[in-house]
């Protein structure tokens, strides 16, 4: 089974979050052309392989304000292949057409408190039809939010909530989130790795556009291309070349943290094993 991370070209998105650089910026229509040329060459792909893939797409932006997205997401869903296939979208979009999804698709939704009504992000998320996860940046700003969204959403919808990026909290600010995710603590602080085994580059692999491969999105060395299937022959063990890594896509495949027994069945869409019954985990 291989796992992959696709990112293509699209970088564009209809938020304006203050903490995104992808903020309401736009594609050319010709970048536009050629996200969606890459994602239907991708989904040709998976469909021709003779072995089990499960797919994340991580857009730079968001995916699912366009046709193609959600065209690959329901088809990729039916491919006998295919165990998962899970997105990250801020679900600004409409969500009717999941329906035609399988069950095994899959939503890593965002919930951007400052962008979307509440009540309109709180109905859109109970009336989702397939596997999702939903979370929310550990901002000051936002903790009201997350108090109440925790409380409205069903007890089996799993909240988490990522730490903001370059923000040290102190024991109590941590404790005040880890009550709403009792997982905040893997997300505190970035997780030392260098040298340590991780999945990425064996069993996890990161593709982009072009079909360019690399371990994770976060080491810039090429393995090959998926296309032409040189990167094959590179999979193998391998550790980490980075001193640290703090983004929950990544460190989710580092082995010493563990995350494939708390989050079993759900790695890619962020849902826990044995959620609702998940313990505080120690900081
Ligand atoms: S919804 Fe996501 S991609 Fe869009 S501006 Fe906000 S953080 Fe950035
Ligand atoms: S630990 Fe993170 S940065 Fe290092 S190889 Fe794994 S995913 Fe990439």
Redesign the pocket.
Known sequence: MLTILYRGPLSS?????A??????RRDTPERLRADRAALERFAAWAAAQDFELSILFTP???GLVRSWYRRALVALSWLPNVRRVAIQT?L?CRTGWLAEASDRAALWV?Y?PT?VPYERMVAKIRSLPVRHSVGIVGDPAHLEHARRLRADLPAETYLWVNAEEGRLYTDDEAGAWAEIDPLFSYSRFPHASRDLPCRTGESVISVDGEGTVRRCHFVPEVLGNLYDGSYRPALRPRGCPAGSCDCHIGYVHLEPVGLYDVFAGGILERIPASWPHVSRSGW
């Open positions: 998105c209809d938020y304006d979050c903490y995104c650089p992808f903020a309401k730079w932006g968001e801020n600004s965002t951007h962008q």
